[in-house]
């Protein structure tokens, strides 16, 4: 049979079974307060996390920020934010496993609608697809009834003027109803979301924010090891994913050096990107235009073809 086709029935299926809890066959959602909790999970993210937060500053009501042992300054970026005022509890969570911080954060949410917020994320401030549109939406939502919704994002690599084309845009379920029936799982090399048939899956058009993958040498030569790392499940030997990558790069013998790794990687990541395409995409977010002019990172080209990055050229 094909594929496609019970795909097709399987959701069908999945949106009959979500009208559940109008029909009382299950329970409704829980009579949270209808706003917006939005949870973060920040990893030495000081480059953008100011930048994330305060794009959605509008749209939260609560900010919850689980720090997973950090060694930039990133806690105190949060801190600063919190002392200005803005409605951020801030939780210091040591070296925890991403799923399990994923869990510990959703418990400590308080409204209706949660939101699952990467510190690099970046959202849209103005526009069709402002973030207060995407809050507006939400809010009038069936209160009777659970929602996953799915959320496309752009994604900037390298640097804020180029992307990977191999994933221009990546869309996930990025918003709940809240409920203690959610939970996350350490899936294959990712986290994975459970939850009940019950939840209606809806995806909603445009682009609401951005991915600003846009990191350091060993940030992005961290990233090259991430899924392998995931996959792999070995905490004893290797408890964190600095250690993994420790070993790989000591053990492939391809380098000498955790540095000559990173200029290697670095360069090699660079040499596929392609320039943004604003005609496609539209207008960066507000906050990042100060950024793109005053740039930490910047791919260089050399007769007309990318010869690395900027931190790591000699």
């Not at 804020?160 to 084309?165: A, S």
């Not at 939970?183 to 459970?194: D, R």
């Not at 600095?242 to 090699?268: G, I, M, P, Q």
Request: one cysteine or more.
């Amino acid at each position: 049979m094909n594929t496609s086709f019970i795909l097709k029935v399987k959701r069908l299926i999945r949106f009959i079974i979500s009208f559940s809890p109008i029909l009382n066959i299950v329970k409704k959602p829980i009579d949270k307060n209808n706003g917006i909790s939005v949870f973060v999970r920040v990893k030495d993210e000081e480059d953008w996390i100011n930048h994330s937060i305060l794009s959605i500053r509008d749209f939260a009501d609560e900010i919850i920020v689980g720090d997973n042992g950090s060694q930039d300054k990133s806690v105190d970026i949060v801190q600063n934010l919190i002392d200005e005022g803005l409605n951020i509890r801030l939780f210091k969570c040591g070296d925890m496993r991403i799923n399990e911080l994923t869990n510990f954060l959703l418990k400590k949410t308080n409204y209706r609608w949660v939101m699952k917020w990467d510190a690099d994320f970046i959202a849209r401030t103005t526009g069709e697809h402002s973030i207060l549109n995407l809050r507006d939406k939400l809010l009038n939502m069936d209160r009777n009834r659970y929602y996953l919704i799915m959320l496309s994002h752009i994604c900037l690599s390298g640097d804020l003027h180029h992307q990977n084309p191999d994933e221009l845009t990546h869309t996930e379920e990025y918003i709940y109803t809240n409920s203690d029936c959610l939970t996350f799982i350490h899936s294959g090399t990712c986290e994975s979301l459970k939850s009940p048939n019950y939840y209606a899956v809806i995806k909603f058009d445009g682009h609401y924010s951005f991915h600003v993958d846009v990191k350091s040498a060993a940030r992005m030569l961290a990233r090259r090891y991430w899924f392998d790392w995931m996959d792999l499940k070995d905490y004893l030997k290797f408890p964190t994913l600095s250690s993994y990558v420790d070993y790989r790069v000591r053990n492939e013998n391809l380098f000498e050096t955790t540095e000559e790794a990173k200029v290697h990687f670095v360069t090699e990541a660079c040499k596929i990107l392609v320039p943004y395409d604003d005609r496609k995409f539209g207008e960066y977010p507000e906050i990042l235009k100060e950024a793109l002019y005053h740039p930490k990172y910047r791919i260089i080209y050399k007769d007309g073809k990318i010869l690395g990055r900027n931190d790591i050229l000699a």
